[in-house]
């Protein structure tokens, strides 16, 4: 059975600052790998996906990356600005079904 | 654009009543979900339906029922509703199954407690 797990459950920022997230799953045997965005009583917004063959994505200041072979992705927010405060979570697909991770509470302060 | 759209936003239940969640979807995808959201967990898939006319259990199916209305709807039904049901309940919808390099789209949530 996948497990998707996302350390730290809670980050605390300054704004400006670059900041990594974490995801870790333990079948590698994925179809991709997908970072959202939860922001307070809303649903989630889809960021980035990541094809199995490849190896990072990226929108704007936000860079995913993926090792399979590791089981672990990051996403990386480049210039953190107090508007990227939410919940992000990482999914990852495999077949006829996708695994969420718990999430990370990212916080960036004025 | 309307997306997927949810409805009640809110919702309380006295152990035992019955209710259905609505959810209809704008973008012609084929494939719709409904996942749970508990404190501290991940979303968890409860139902899926690949394409209209079928539906298939998720990882959490158990006190739940689910119709595919036609390709927009998709509803979720608590027979019977049990405290252990209180949680945020999302709909999401995808061109394809998740299984295949497509991103998911979600619905704002239904909040449900059970008393």
């Known amino acids: 059975k996948q497990e998707v797990t996302q350390i730290p459950a809670a980050l605390s920022v300054p704004e400006g600052e670059n900041l990594v997230l974490n995801c870790s799953f333990t079948?590698?045997?994925?179809?991709?790998l997908q970072w959202f965005r939860q922001d307070p009583g809303k649903g989630l917004t889809s960021l980035l996906l990541?094809?199995?063959?490849?190896r990072e994505q990226t929108s704007g200041r936000l860079n995913a990356s993926l090792d399979k072979s590791s089981g672990r992705s990051t996403l990386y927010i480049a210039a953190s600005q107090p508007g990227d405060s939410a919940t992000y979570l990482c999914?990852?697909?495999?077949?006829?079904?996708?695994?969420f991770g718990a999430g990370t509470r990212l916080t960036v302060k004025p | 654009n309307a997306g997927v759209t949810q409805t009640p936003k809110f919702q309380v239940l006295k152990t035992g009543q019955s209710m259905t969640l609505q959810c209809a979807q704008d973008?012609?995808?084929?494939?719709m979900y409904w996942y749970r959201q508990d404190p501290g967990m991940g979303l968890r898939l409860i139902y899926y339906?690949?394409?209209?006319?079928?539906?298939d259990k998720g990882e959490v199916p158990n006190g739940y029922n689910v119709s595919r209305l036609n390709k927009r709807e998709f509803s979720l039904r608590l027979e019977s509703a049990a405290p252990s049901q209180t949680s945020v309940y999302f709909c999401?919808?995808?061109?394809?199954?998740?299984?295949?390099?497509?991103?998911?789209?979600f619905g704002s949530g239904t909040q449900l407690s059970v008393l």
């Open positions: 999401a919808s995808s061109v394809m199954a998740a299984a295949t390099n497509e991103k998911l789209f």
């Open positions: 079948d590698s045997a994925i179809y991709n």
């Open positions: 990541i094809q199995s063959s490849q």
């Open positions: 999914a990852v697909s495999a077949i006829n079904d996708m695994r």
């Open positions: 973008m012609n995808h084929n494939s």
């Open positions: 339906s690949a394409s209209e006319g079928t539906t």
